[in-house]
C-alpha cells in the first residue's frame, strides 16, 4: 500500500528565501506525482505535474524534481514571498495515469514579511 | 481556465438525513473522482468513475455512499444516512485521458453532520 509522507508538518520563512518541501513515497512504481496549494479552507489548486519519466517540472518560481528510484520528490519555491504562504500537497498516482491520487499530509509554509 | 465546480459550498445537516454533494466536472474531462478531508487529516480517495461506472472505490466508501452521472454533465455523491463521523470537506476532481494533464479538484463542499 502506497504511503506519502510529507516532513515537516509546518515551515515558517522569511521573505525573499529559497525554500525546498520534501515529499516521500514508499513505493517506486508511480505513475505520475503532483504538486498542489491548499488555501486555508478552500480547494486544491494544482501546481505541477510530473511523469514517472520525468526528473523534473519547472512553473515560475516553482520546481519540482522527482527521483522515483529513491522515493522522493522536492519542491523547490525560489524569492519566497507572503503570498506563497499555504498548505503544499503532494499526491502520486500509482495503478494507472488515471487512477486514484494517495496523498500527503501536507506542509503549512509561513512567509514571514 | 475551466474549473470543476461543487455545490453547495457547505451543507449542515442533521445526522440519519440523506445529503447529495453536486459537481459539474470540466467538459471534455472522462475520469471522475470523490476525496474528503477529515479536518487535521490527509485527503482521502473515496471513488473513481469512467465510462459509468465505478472503476474503483476505497474501503470507506461502503453501502451508504453512492455516485451518479445522471445528465452527461453533472456527477454527484449521494450519502444515505449521515454519521457524524461523515462531516468533512468533500472534493470533486476531474480528468482528461492524455496523460500529460494532471487531476483539477474543485473547491469542495463543507458537510457539517449535526
Known amino acids: 500500500k502506497q504511503e506519502v509522507t510529507q516532513i515537516p508538518a509546518a515551515l515558517s520563512v522569511p521573505e525573499g528565501e529559497n525554500l525546498v518541501l520534501n515529499c516521500s513515497f514508499t513505493?517506486?512504481?508511480?505513475?505520475?506525482l503532483q504538486w498542489f496549494r491548499q488555501d486555508p479552507g478552500k480547494g486544491l489548486t494544482s501546481l505541477l505535474l510530473i511523469q514517472s519519466s520525468q526528473r523534473e517540472q519547472t512553473s515560475g518560481r516553482l520546481n519540482a524534481s522527482l527521483d522515483k528510484s529513491s522515493g522522493r520528490s522536492t519542491l523547490y519555491i525560489a524569492a519566497s514571498q507572503p503570498g506563497d504562504s499555504a498548505t503544499y500537497l503532494c499526491a502520486v498516482a500509482s495503478t494507472g495515469a488515471n487512477s486514484k491520487l494517495t496523498f500527503g499530509k501536507g506542509i503549512t509554509l509561513s512567509v514571514r514579511p | 481556465e475551466p474549473e470543476v465546480t461543487q455545490t453547495p459550498s457547505h451543507q449542515v445537516t442533521q445526522m440519519g438525513q440523506e445529503v447529495i454533494l453536486r459537481c459539474v466536472p470540466i467538459?471534455?474531462?472522462?475520469?471522475f473522482y470523490w476525496y474528503r478531508q477529515i479536518l487535521g487529516q490527509k485527503v482521502e480517495f473515496l471513488v473513481s468513475?469512467?465510462?459509468?461506472?465505478?472503476?474503483?472505490k476505497s474501503e470507506i466508501f461502503d453501502d451508504q455512499f453512492s455516485v451518479e452521472r445522471p445528465d452527461g454533465s453533472n456527477f454527484t455523491l449521494k450519502i444515505r444516512s449521515t454519521k457524524l463521523e461523515d462531516s468533512a470537506m468533500y472534493f470533486c476532481?476531474?480528468?482528461?485521458?492524455?496523460?500529460?494533464?494532471?487531476?483539477?479538484f474543485g473547491s469542495g463542499t463543507r458537510l457539517t453532520v449535526v
Open positions: 513505493d517506486s512504481a508511480i505513475y505520475n
Open positions: 476532481a476531474s480528468k482528461r485521458a492524455d496523460l500529460n494533464y494532471g487531476y483539477t
Open positions: 468513475f469512467y465510462n459509468n461506472e465505478i472503476s474503483e
Open positions: 467538459s471534455n474531462h472522462l475520469y
